[in-house]
């Protein structure tokens, strides 16, 4: 079964709304015509909406960046899976290793978070990443099963089709330092290997794994090309529609 590529653009703390719908119009001509590849973009939560109307009626997808598991109340700073539903997003991203480093997300909240996320109709992205430390210690693969245990704790088959697993090794995020293509799909085997002993060989070949980690228009072809990298999570190179959309067109390069 052939999977959709999915190329997301992780845009962190960066772009106010000006700049935010700025950047998505040029995007929106610039991966215009673009067939058989999903695009999401994931502003900061201020930017959602005005992105959101934006991009009504493209193929551009909304994701938040992440949530909080509860529906409402007492809990300042946060935000709930139904107000991002409600600005216009699809997906959102989970886990990923900067919210874990500096905001202290766990294997467990990452799990809870999952959980609203689906309960909300939102397909999660899931990210997942070892530390150069784990790396070096020969933990990578243990660091992977544990995460990913731990991520989709208690949830069936069903619930587990529409989730994205993003592999992102930490060393490799923002440094410059791309995994090699072999490396990845080493990883990327091994994840859905994983997925197909906790759940079923369909399921893992359904499901859809990106890589992340300094992706550019220079190294997405080698990544692509490998059989279990189904996409790429993108962090810097997705704040210039330029890059992002020659990563996006990965097929033309
Ligand atoms: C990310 O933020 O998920 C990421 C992979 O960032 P970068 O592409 O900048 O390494």
Known sequence: ????????GNWKMNKTVDEAVDLVKQLKSSVSGVKDVEVVVAPPFTALYAVQREIK?????????TLFWEKKGAFTGEISPLMIREAGCEYVIIGHSERRQFFGETDESVNRRIKAALGQGLKPIFC?????KEREEGKTFS??????????????????????????PVWAIGTGKT??????????????????????????????????????????????????????????????SETFSK??????I
């Not at 009626?57 to 960046?65: E, K, P, R």
């Open 143 to 168: 660091v992977i099963e544990r995460q990913l245990e731990g991520g989709l704790k208690g949830f069936g088959e069903k619930e587990v089709l529409p989730i994205i697993i993003a592999y992102e």
């Open 247 to 252: 990563i996006v067109r990965f097929r033309e």
């Open 179 to 240: 995994a090699t293509p072999q490396q990845a799909q080493e990883v990327h085997r091994f994840i859905r290997e994983k997925v197909g002993r906790l759940y079923s060989k369909d399921l893992a070949e359904k499901i859809r794994i990106q890589y992340g980690g300094s992706v550019t228009p220079e190294n997405v072809k080698g990544l692509m090309e490998q059989d279990d990298i189904d996409g790429a999570l993108v962090g810097g190179a997705s704040l210039k």
């Open 128 to 132: 997942i990443g070892e530390t150069l």
């Open 1 to 8: 079964m052939a999977r959709i590529p999915v190329m997301a």
């Open 57 to 65: 009626g493209s193929s551009i997808h909304l994701a938040a960046q």
